[in-house]
């Protein structure tokens, strides 16, 4: 009888690693044991698993437990991969620019139209700055769209938006790539003011290159016009795309069965609470502006304290003009000098009571608003902006509801839904349609009538606080203000020079700037440590100095155009006192009267002192027989401002576009041609290189 050999043990496989064995005999025990293999593999899985968790509890258990934060409400950046439609349906990509939000607006409410007009299409609303994370990215994709829509602001001296600005730059200064965009068919629509000069640039620029570089045009650049009803203009230019469209997306069968289409009216699902247990706090910074990032921007300011606020007018100024200072320090914001600070700031409670009046809601209803229903199926409609949070209805309407703006015509088509008087409901209506054109028009926008205006006039009409929030009350935008100090002088503070807005429009009512009039009214941190704050942001700009501190300049800012040039001359300074020699520079500044409104005029005085302005001219409009701006003394100036440009200067000019900065570029197109003994093509021709290479640069609004 055949003896069966005995199988290894444990104890002889230890033995045989620790007598440091061949790996052969070590191999041979655990083929002639499977049962010792399963249990040294288990038991060293076990090992492994202790370690990790000593690991863990010597390096990560004994930090602090970081407190559980509320989710912040920040959409994600969606990932624009192309991608290939499953049931072969035809993508078009609908692309838009905003600064505001109004051409995502009219992109979202374009695609939701689509959708029900080509039910075979897949419409994709993409934001330019999320489509691409850099240029080589930005061609590979774009080179793959085939029907394509853009929808693009203009904002300040004809520059691209935010979100729009790095598509721009890498579309309008790349490479020259030939005609590489056959297959691409398109249209554009442009959102601009018509008072501005470079009116619609960027969506010309765009249409225009998507030409030269072989896209086929589906229809004329819209021009929106702000300055106008620019719903108008879009409609107008939405029914000549549908035609196109139509070819490119409909069978004959379907090309003969037109689809009814009804804009839904926009509503957030709204919850109600009894109490704010366990909800956030009002008096924390979750105001729906969020904070605590590295990286701060519109949707992650900084919490700032107003440090610093004084008036800039003499007590004989029938006006206002408010310096301020926002506290800066330790937050991580920085900025650069000639950059930009938008500021969220609040309504008056004097207007909020009013809102809580016309909603018929006591203020302390306390809600939250959400972008989906209770099942968690999204709400019809993709225009829903994100939430703010869980929040009274007094917070609400003070920090994210724009009470004073001209209500838009799809604005009054709300009113119009929740409007109980019949007659009331038809006027609404009758003035959002394109036969109530001319009265839309005249009542609206000639008069400057406000949201609350227009809601006084249909007391009837009283919307739900989810319609309200959606589609009647805009959320609440930033102002920008040009920064008027330098991080060189003051890296912990960014100073703020505000003229305050007030004024009566044709219907009686007094306006009051919802940012100017929060300035004017905040309590600095010198006066109180209860002070006003406000979120803030820094926006880059490119109104900066030559980088070589020799090279002249010439600045030209009347007012509050003054304020980037403050913080030119603090950097000069600066740069002059660290031993630099400094160009020559000309600061053209005007007032109404030197006893009223010469602001920072101790200031100025001390920079031509200390040889940081080589010569400070100034125009007093209300001084003299006649009145007297900042062009007439640049035509008194005529040699200087010439010979200046012929010595490779730069020249700035920072105010009002519609009057002031129009009338200086008048001005220095005639200096040009005079000075220069130039034809009118010619001169026109040298000041459009001036701005193209950078040294005439606009800082308008």
């Not at 008096?283 to 440090?307: E, K, L, M």
């Not at 917070?395 to 994210?400: C, D, E």
């Not at 005007?590 to 100034?618: H, P, Q, T, W």
């Not at 027989?625 to 900042?630: F, L, N, Q």
Request: overall charge negative.
């Amino acid at each position: 009888m055949d003896s069966t050999p005995e199988k290894p043990s444990l104890l002889d496989l230890i033995k045989a690693i620790l007598k440091a064995e061949k790996f052969d005999q070590v191999k041979t025990m655990l083929n002639e044991n499977t049962e010792l293999a399963l249990l040294l593999t288990a038991s060293v899985a076990v090992l492994i698993g202790c370690v990790g968790v000593l690991v863990w509890r010597r390096f990560g258990g004994s930090a602090k437990k970081k407190p559980v934060e509320l989710p912040k409400l920040v959409v994600p950046k969606a990932n624009f991969e192309p991608e290939e439609m499953e049931d072969g349906s035809t993508k078009v990509s609908i692309f838009f620019g905003t600064q505001t939000g109004t051409a995502e607006g009219f992109a979202k409410a374009f695609a939701e139209e689509a959708k029900a007009r080509y039910q075979q299409a897949t419409f994709k609303v993409i934001d330019l700055d999320d489509y691409a994370a850099d240029d080589e990215e930005y061609e590979k994709k774009l080179k793959k769209e085939t029907l394509a829509l853009f929808f693009l602001a203009s904002y300040g001296d004809g520059e691209p938006t935010d979100n729009a600005a790095r598509f721009y730059k890498w579309f309008t200064e790349g490479k020259d790539r030939g005609e590489w965009l056959k297959s691409l068919q398109y249209g554009v629509f442009g959102l601009g003011n018509r008072q501005y000069e470079h009116f619609n640039k960027i969506a010309i620029d765009v249409d225009d290159l998507l030409a030269e570089q072989g896209g086929t045009r589906l229809i004329k650049v819209g021009m929106g016009d702000d300055d106008q009803c620019i719903e108008d203009d879009f409609a107008a230019w939405r029914e000549l795309v549908w035609p196109e469209l139509d070819k490119l997306l409909l069978s004959e069968a379907d090309a003969s069965v037109a689809t009814p289409y009804t804009a839904a009216v926009l509503e957030y699902r709204v919850t109600f609470y009894e109490q704010t247990d366990g909800l956030v706090t009002e008096n924390s910074f979750a105001n729906g502006h969020a904070n605590g990032n590295t990286v701060y921007d519109a949707q992650h300011p900084c919490r700032s304290n107003v440090a610093v606020r004084k008036e800039l007018h003499t007590p004989e100024s029938d006006r206002s003009c408010i310096h301020l200072e926002f506290d800066i320090s330790g937050t991580g914001l920085a900025y650069e000098t000639g950059d930009h600070v938008g500021v969220y700031c609040e309504n008056l409670i004097e207007i909020v009571e009013q809102a809580e009046k016309l909603l018929n809601l006591p203020p302390q209803t306390y809600f939250s608003i959400h972008v989906d229903n209770k099942d968690g199926s999204p709400r019809s409609g993709s225009s829903l902006l994100p939430p703010f949070p869980p929040c009274t209805l007094r917070t609400a309407l003070t920090r994210y509801a724009d009470l004073l703006s001209a209500p838009k015509k799809s604005v009054l088509t709300a009113l119009a839904s929740y409007a109980s008087d019949p007659s009331e409901a038809d006027r609404l209506r009758y003035l959002a349609s394109p036969s109530g054109k001319e009265e839309y028009a005249q009542y609206v926008l000639a008069s400057q009538r406000s949201l609350l205006e227009v809601m006084s006039d249909f007391p009837s009409s009283k919307p739900p606080l989810g319609v309200f929030f959606a589609a009647i009350a805009p959320r609440l935008q930033p102002r920008f203000y040009s920064i008027s100090s330098s991080p060189k002088f003051a890296p912990s503070r960014i100073h703020v020079t505000s003229a305050l807005v007030y004024e009566k429009t044709p219907t009686g009512r007094i306006h009051k700037g919802v940012c100017s009039t929060w300035m004017k009214n905040a309590v600095p941190l010198e006066e109180s440590n209860d002070c006003s704050w406000a979120p803030i942001f820094v926006r880059n700009s490119n109104f900066k100095l030559p980088a070589d501190p020799k090279v002249p300049i010439i600045m030209i800012g009347p007012g509050t155009g003054l304020a980037p040039f403050r913080g030119f001359l603090q950097e000069r300074l600066a740069i002059k006192e660290s031993g630099a020699e400094l160009g020559p520079a000309i600061l053209f500044f005007g007032c109404r009267n030197r006893r009223m409104d010469f602001i920072y005029e101790d200031e100025l005085n001390s920079f031509v002192k200390a040889g940081v302005i080589s010569e400070l001219i100034i125009a007093f409009s209300r001084e003299g027989p006649t009145k007297e701006y900042v062009q007439h003394k640049m035509t008194e100036k005529a040699s200087d401002v010439w010979n200046t440009i012929n010595e490779g200067g730069y020249l700035y000019v920072c105010g009002d576009a519609k009057g002031m900065a129009r009338d200086v570029h008048r001005t220095l197109h005639t200096i040009v041609q005079e000075q220069g003994s130039l034809s009118s093509s010619e001169a026109e021709g040298m000041v459009k290189n001036l701005q193209m290479t950078g040294r005439y640069l606009r800082d308008v609004w």
